[in-house]
């Protein structure tokens, strides 16, 4: 189930996106561009994962007569999709935008904290898409996980909701113990995220 758990969170992100990936080059800006995860992947690797048909094991469970629980035929689509050689690459992709190199950006996100100060304040984390990535559930693809040093360490008095993360973007892989990251950033402002 565990790649069933991941590929869930990754579909439901690739799913509610609603924005095509940019087209344009970073732009040099005081204001930061709100972006969206998906906007991160290569645009040729969005199209592939969109693209990939959901596998089908017909109406009826191979091991009981009648209809099959339809949370269970999603469970059983993942977890096939998930053997499928080109969703493990996806899941597993290190490509980058080089062209989001230096662009400074806004982007929501779950903290996942990974080094403390002496007041136990976070002094580094990984931004992720959805909440208990890396933590309760595997990780997202590296290309979906921002490695972050913010410019203030932060109480983590609040570290289960979402915030918004404002700074300068950079294509760098950092690797860790939990998970690999394909960006870093060093945060100019973290804000508890507000519709």
Known sequence: MRHSSLLTGFLLL???????????????????????????????ELAKLESMPPVDHGDVSPFEEGPVDPLAQEAANAVAQAMDPEWQAILSSTNVRPELDGARIKIPGFIVPLEFND?????????????????????????????????????????????????????????????????????????LYED
């Open 14 to 44: 690739v799913l509610l996106a609603g924005q095509a990936p940019a087209e344009s080059k970073a732009e040099d800006s005081s204001e930061p561009r709100e972006m969206d995860w998906t906007e991160l992947m290569p645009p040729e």
């Open 119 to 191: 007041q136990k304040e976070t002094t580094e984390f990984f931004l992720v898409p959805y909440m208990g990535a890396c933590i309760h559930v595997p990780p997202p693809p590296p290309n979906q996980i921002i490695h972050v040093v913010p410019g203030t360490p932060l109480k983590m008095d609040r570290m289960w909701e979402p915030y918004w993360i404002i700074g300068t973007l950079e294509t760098s892989l950092v690797e860790n113990d939990i998970a690999t990251s394909a960006y870093s950033m060093v945060a100019d402002e973290v804000i």
